[in-house]
């Protein structure tokens, strides 16, 4: 029997091991349950062959004693979960079915918090400029901040738009969990349209509202935003190896400008 895909609403946690979920039921040492969330590994049939431990390209694992388990004394741990980056080389290679590895999103406080102030500068800045008008009254800038508004939405919605179609996302994940490379629409223009979706959403909102707490916020949320794009990228790198540094050569992080040149000339090249 496979690990369940649907532990995480299936089950219900039963406590932490070193900052990692355990989820129910718990008997032991018979019965252990599953250990972690964004890389599951389902300690009940885990035969702690090792496997997972070898392919991980970013050493996720590590080994646990398990004394007096039926199937095996020792067991796979994602002591380092957070570093997935859902290649699916741990779950596709084990030989018990043992580990279920998803992409879910910020799991941290921190990333939590970011994705609610950004919201928050977003929709309060845009209500504010809305009903009464830009603070500093510049109405140019703030007729170009509703331009720059359109222009950002299908930057943000990006995934939505192309990974369920073109990113052939494995049967039973999200469709966060591509497994090729999507380089047209949006992803023909910028490496991550998502992430600069949000800065130019954050940005339009500064324009719009003129107010100084959408600036306070916003600037800084942008280069944290920045940032992140650069940290995704190691990822995206180990799960695509030689055709995402490709990508990286034809297609620039986040300078929209060069993107839609580049965009441009090997079209009328090709």
Known sequence: MAIDPDFRKQRKKAGKEEGIAIWGPLDPPEKLGIRGTVAGVDWDICGGCGICLEVCPMNVYEWRET???????????????RDC??????????????????????????????????????????????????????????????????????????????????????????????????????????????ILGCILLMYASILISQHWVAVIIG???????????????????????????????????MNFLVGVIRRLWREKRG
């Open 67 to 81: 004394p007096d388990h039926p199937i095996s004394e020792k067991k796979a741990f994602p002591v380092r979960e």
């Open 85 to 194: 980056v859902q290649c699916l080389q741990c779950e596709t290679q084990c030989p018990d079915q043992a580990i279920n590895a998803a992409f879910l999103g910020p799991q941290s406080v921190w990333d939590r918090a970011m994705i609610c102030i950004m919201f928050f500068q977003i929709i309060a800045g845009v209500i504010y400029g809305a009903i009464f008008g830009p603070y500093w009254d510049l109405e140019i800038l703030q007729y170009l901040g509703w331009m720059v508004l359109v222009i950002a939405l299908p930057f943000f919605l990006s995934p939505l738009i192309y990974f369920q179609k073109r990113g052939k996302p494995q049967e039973g994940k999200n469709l966060m969990s591509t497994t090729v490379i999507v380089d047209s629409g949006t992803y023909g223009i910028v490496r991550h349209p998502q």
């Open 219 to 253: 600037i800084p949320l942008s280069v944290l935003f920045y940032a992140e794009a650069s940290k995704e990228e190691k990822g995206l790198i180990v799960k695509f190896g030689d055709d995402y540094k490709s990508y990286m050569q034809k297609v620039p992080r």
